[in-house]
Nanobody
Framework: QVQLVESGGDSVQAGGSATLTCRAS????????MAWFRRGPGKAREAVAS??????????LYADSVNGRFTILLDTTRSILFLQMRDLGPADTAMYYC????????????????????WGQGTQVTVSS
């Protein structure tokens, strides 16, 4: 059983930046798919970004709402997943979750939360205007 632990959540002003980190309890763990999801107040959990590690051709996918502002990175030497966020706005306020291991689709990592096996407990990002 792999446990994922997120950190880096913070309260920031609109226009600010933050970087989230996800580490696995199992040293050296890297899944075929590692992703960030978020759940805003009163909203369903949604995919934010994913990193497909398989086939020797890493592939990243982003939700339209964060494309160009968020960057997902995977440090394979330390098995750490990052989510770099910039130009944050109140709409980005959410609990952010790290997820891992999923059945890959033709587009890369899936966006459905039910496709992922392992989840972290989340880290809160609050953006004030």
């Amino acid at each position: 059983q792999v446990q994922l632990v997120e950190s880096g959540g913070d309260s920031v002003q609109a226009g600010g930046s933050a970087t989230l980190t996800c580490r696995a309890s199992t040293g050296g763990y890297i899944s075929n798919c590692m992703a960030w999801f978020r759940r805003g107040p009163g909203k369903a959990r949604e995919a934010v970004a994913s990193f497909y590690t398989g086939g020797g051709y890493p592939r990243t996918l982003y939700a339209d709402s964060v494309n160009g502002r968020f960057t997902i990175l995977l440090d394979t030497t330390r098995s750490i997943l990052f989510l770099q966020m910039r130009d944050l706005g109140p709409a980005d306020t959410a609990m952010y979750y790290c997820a891992a291991e999923a059945i890959v689709t033709s587009s890369g990592c899936p966006t459905l939360e039910g496709s992922y096996t392992y989840w972290g407990q989340g880290t809160q990002v609050t953006v004030s205007s």
